[in-house]
């Protein structure tokens, strides 16, 4: 089965730190540009950061740059997302996503809505709060 699943989410103080992770079954993560996008309540989907499939090119957005950082292990066929300095806004569901098309822009994958993904999994909570 073909399949993205996210976890690690979890309640968390401010200024705490969460690492989410995304593991693919079915296909080989390293063949595909992967992204983390999350919707809080009432909000639109946002990209937060995307990662192409050679892990060489990441964008992040201007809302977690410098906080959050994308990473990947090949060997575990897992994107990782460690996210540190949390703030009370950054509580969202989280979701990881994946795209096979090549080349990819990294930028456009986050910003544009379904930027050619093939899949995408449910969801995990992060909420941020004393």
């Known amino acids: 089965q073909l399949q993205l699943v996210e976890s690690g989410g979890g309640l968390v103080q401010p200024g705490g730190s969460l690492t989410l992770s995304c593991a693919a079954s079915?296909?080989?993560?390293?063949?595909?540009?992967v992204g983390w996008f999350r919707q809080a309540p009432g909000k639109e989907r946002e990209g937060v950061s995307c990662?192409?499939?050679?892990?060489?090119?990441?964008y992040y957005s201007d809302s977690v740059k410098g906080r959050f950082t994308i990473s990947g292990d090949n060997a575990e066929n897992i994107i990782f997302l460690r996210m540190n300095s949390l703030k009370p806004e950054d509580t969202a569901v989280y979701y990881c996503?994946?795209?096979?098309?090549?080349?990819?822009?990294?930028?456009?994958?986050?910003?544009?809505?379904?930027?050619?993904?093939?899949?995408w999994g449910k969801g995990t909570l992060v909420t941020v709060s004393e």
């Open positions: 996503a994946a795209t096979s098309r090549y080349p990819v822009s990294t930028r456009e994958m986050c910003m544009v809505r379904d930027y050619g993904v093939d899949y």
């Open positions: 079915g296909f080989l993560l390293g063949h595909y540009a």
């Open positions: 990662i192409n499939n050679a892990q060489d090119r990441v």
